[in-house]
């Protein structure tokens, strides 16, 4: 008996009962369902996460103070004043792997103008911090060189800054805004980049030389962090080695091992990395419980397939009587569990597929079927379909005719 | 004369022994005959006797405890299980009592089962194969009925194209009018003479010992032995017995 002959007995044999056959399949079907469903908003939130942070420079690489121990008590960072102006000049004037450098003072607080007011964060920073962070200029210019020596109190807005103090797609250029009581002079406003994965508005920014942050608002000698740009994203690490020897010299750290630095020094391909991985363990996670639901299908199939073989007795007494051999018998049960696997498998990625890649992306959140998910319902399906049919497979074929042909 | 025919089935003292329990059932005590080719022959005897022990071993259902069965020359009791499927498959029709046809399936594809295990046979040979077997049978006009769409004697007929269909050696039946009523029966009966006519080897199964008269040769089994091998020189005919039936009646 070939193989194309079985396809068709298994096949009949499911068809003959549609709905047993749906039953059973069911539970498949909604297990790779939510399989697909489950990676396909973990591959999407993982590219959109991926997408966002390249919108901040892939090449990005933020040195902040830390890591310091004084008397055993390890420094809050945000406190520790390690950062200085020496740092800065030192960067810029031994750098050879990093690009753009900039300072970073921040201040959050509220900015008004005339009877209009909202809550925004200040950066103070040097001009290259656009290019660093891939911001664009819609209207107006950058302050400037000039600026930063004169602590000149002018800035650069965010969108969101003019829509709620300007009223939508007003001039904001050349007005004056106060933010913590100290005015601001608009000189630029920045191309709107929406808001992250987050659900922060990176729109609400306003960029004022690092300058006049830290004499005018902050009252602060010391900075934030320092962000710069490698040449490379590939270089990235490079850069952070260069970065370190610089600091270590400035800080005068002999300390090779690293323990005793006062700053540390982030990439944003490190950032990814963690959050790709963050994001792979979550999408494993959720792909397991979802994997859980297909073993349980699986013993579903067999239990209907058990079901079936034992009302069929008097078939297969009959198959065997007329020449069929144990084998064949095994093999017929067989196809059809793993065709009732498959077929649930296909309806299961069908509907995984429509949800994953059409009705998540439509109501707004991030989304995409990754193929390999596919192939590999498609495969574990397979598997299951072999494991749970053996069981009612080999049920069959151990049956002896003469009994089971009388099997009433 | 009986020397110059072929010999189909020959049995040497055959015994079947089952242990049940502590105790041993001797359901066939040393059974020997041969069948020639051509023959229909019926096995006739009560329940017990022994008939459904035998069929399975002419059936290669099973085999002997002891002694040797040859089937078309082909010593059985060694074989496998596998050798013993294809051996059932290529020489043997099978004809049950209760007709065992695959539900929500149709005629053709019931009488196309024992070839779906042949290899020789294409799915074209197979349905043409089928084709001619349901014709003989005189179901012709019946090919793409479903098994539950037929009458016990319909679906009777069905299951001799079925036996038929491999162009077996014999054709065994196992009480194959058992479940039908007597007109019915006896169209089968006639059935059975037409294909005993045109050359097949016939055995019949059956408890009923009427069903001698219609045969040529009839074996009485009793308590696992033969106890009577007769041929039967005045052979009825089914045909006449059917004609003589009363009419059935027409409300």
Known sequence: ?408 | MEDNRKVVIELQNVKRYFQVGSETVKALRGVSFKIYEGEFVTIQGTSGSGKSTLLNQLGCLDTPTSGEYFLDGTPVRKMTKNQRAKLRNRKIGFVFQNYNLLPKTTAIENVELPLIYNNNFSAKQRREAAIKALQDVGLGDRLEHKSNQMSGGQMQRVAIARALVNNPTILLADEATGNLDTRTSFEMLVLFQKLHAEGHTIIFVTHNPEIAEYSSRNINLRDGMIREDTLNHNIKSAAEALAALPKPQDD
């Open chain 1, 1 to 408: 008996m070939n193989i194309l002959n079985l396809f068709k007995v298994a096949f009949k044999a499911v068809a003959n009962n549609k709905m047993r056959s749906f039953l059973s399949m069911l539970g498949i079907i909604i297990g790779v369902a939510a399989v697909i469903v489950m990676m396909a908003i973990g591959q999407g939130s993982k590219e959109s996460i991926r997408s966002e942070l390249s919108t901040m420079g892939t090449n990005l690489l933020t040195i902040r103070p830390g890591a310091d121990m004084r008397g055993g008590v390890r420094q809050d960072p945000s406190s520790m004043q390690t950062l200085k102006m020496e740092d800065y000049e030192r960067i810029i004037a031994e750098k050879k792997l990093v690009t753009n450098v900039s300072p970073e003072v921040t201040s959050a607080g509220q900015v008004i103008y005339g009877n209009m007011n909202t809550n925004t964060t200040l950066y103070g920073e040097s001009a290259e911090y656009l290019d660093i962070k891939q911001w664009v200029i819609e209207d107006g210019e950058c302050f400037t060189e000039e600026d930063i020596k004169k602590s000149a109190k002018v800035c650069v807005v965010g969108k969101t800054i003019v829509d709620e103090l300007f009223g939508e797609g007003a001039d904001a250029i050349g007005k004056n805004i106060r933010f913590k009581s100290i005015p601001f002079r608009i000189v630029g406003v920045l191309k709107s980049k929406g808001y992250n994965s987050w659900g922060m508005d990176q729109d609400n920014v306003m960029i004022a030389p690092y300058t006049t942050v830290m004499k005018r608002v902050a009252a602060q000698t010391y900075f934030s962090s320092i962000v710069c740009s490698a040449i490379t994203e590939e270089l990235s690490d490079d850069a952070i080695d260069e970065l370190t020897q610089i600091l270590r010299q400035n800080h005068k750290i002999k300390d090779e091992s690293g323990d005793s630095d006062d700053f540390t020094i982030r990439s944003q391909a490190e950032m990814m990395e963690t959050m790709s991985s963050t994001m792979d363990t979550v999408t494993l996670i959720l792909g397991v419980a979802a994997g859980f639901s297909l073993l349980v299908a699986g013993i579903g199939i067999m239990n209907i397939m058990l079901v079936s073989v034992t009302e069929r007795t008097k078939e297969i007494g009959l198959r065997m009587a007329l020449g069929a051999t144990g084998l064949v018998i095994s093999l017929q049960f067989f196809i059809e569990s793993v065709l009732i696997s498959l077929t649930g498998a296909l309806i299961g990625v069908l509907i995984g597929v429509g949800i994953g890649d059409g009705l998540i992306p439509m109501m707004g959140m991030p989304s995409s079927v990754p193929f390999w998910s596919i192939a590999l319902s498609f495969a574990v399906c397979t598997v299951i379909g072999v494991v749970f049919g053996y069981i009612p497979a080999r049920k069959a074929a151990n049956m002896d005719p003469i009994e089971a042909i009388r099997h009433e």
